[in-house]
């Protein structure tokens, strides 16, 4: 790394701040458990963003444990680093890697850090390195709920979000759960749960078996209300592909586990695609809409992901961006074109919905109503607070149709 003086200087947050300026996405990729897979998703969904033509960097913020290096075919290379600056490696592909792995004297060096240290060497790897134009940043989290990616949190206020890997045993998905209620105390927006290890590629015809557990993942994204993003099977030419240093994209693999992969980083840039949508949106509505009614569709109380048949409506009047009064009142049956003319003879103005359909958000702009879809959480009070703050966290339009 480079010395202290450079490390302690007090202009090391102006260079981190005018580093982040620089990218367009920062994308966290974590687990709440060890051994899910959580570096093998970050170093495919690089190469698949590489893959796209996006410039993509990839960085391991797993100091304790870094092998970012050895599933790229890159360990023993060296960082290059001079005057404070750190020069990633080429990992192919048009994705720039940087890892502590390329800092320490050799791959069997242990790092034995407390948190103060382990917080500085993350900001200035953060600030220092001399990437090209990135379009997107993958940061590859240790598991836990920790130093690394508290830190991460703090330093990079306007993350896009965070990829949070498990598998389908129950121990993985009760640490899924506590990861994903970290990522909402920190406020860092979850795009989406991978489920790794899900079923089984046979060897012999290639096809998706299930002698192991499945399913876990998308029951807790249901539970939790969070956008799953899709499943990647075990398969033990994954396990050699690792061990060679080669990631399963341009690779021979199976077509079926490649499949996989493209669903998700699909679904990751339809998340992006529809936060940034909804986030203009929201701002234009934080500075013109100062008195409306917005309506949010419940199902015992909290925020029902199929619009078209929750069990009422909560509908909050706002006067000067703040909340005056509440009421509650049950749909219709339900029937195409029924609903939009009924919440627009309540007054409503604005919708917050998980999902709805292009045809009914079409109707509901005919009557002068904006819909935001994707919207996460259970409370619907908190969603249009947040809605009027302009932080309201979207993912996926979760029940399009």
Known sequence: MTDKNHFSNSDIDQRLQARLKGIKHIIAVMSNKGGVGKSTV??????????????????????????????????????????????????GHNVQVVSMAGLIESPDTPLIWRGPLKIGVIKQLLADVEWDRLDYLIVDLPPGTGDEPLTIAQLIPDIDGTVIVTTPQDVAILDARKAISFARQVEIP??????????MVCPHCKEK????KQGGGKSIALEMNVPFLGTIPFDPAVVELADNGKPIIGSDISEFVKKQFDIITDNILSYLSAHKKNVTQMNQSAQGDTNMKIAVPTTEGRLSMHFGHCESFVIYEIENQTIKGTKTVAPPPHEPGVLPQFLAQQGVNCIL????????????NEKNIKVITGVIGDDPKTAVQEYLSGSLQTGNNCCDH
């Open 42 to 91: 970050s170093v495919n969904i690089a190469m698949s963003f590489a893959c796209q033509g996006f410039s993509v960097g990839l960085l391991d913020a797993d100091l304790h444990g870094p092998s970012i290096l050895k599933l790229l075919g890159l360990e023993g290379e060296r960082l290059f680093h001079i005057e404070g600056q750190i020069f990633p490696l080429n990992g």
């Open 190 to 199: 979850v795009i989406g749960i991978v489920e790794n290890m899900s079923g």
């Open 209 to 212: 078996i299930t002698p192991f």
């Open 353 to 364: 919905a998980g999902g709805m359909g292009q045809r009914a958000q079409s109707l509901f």
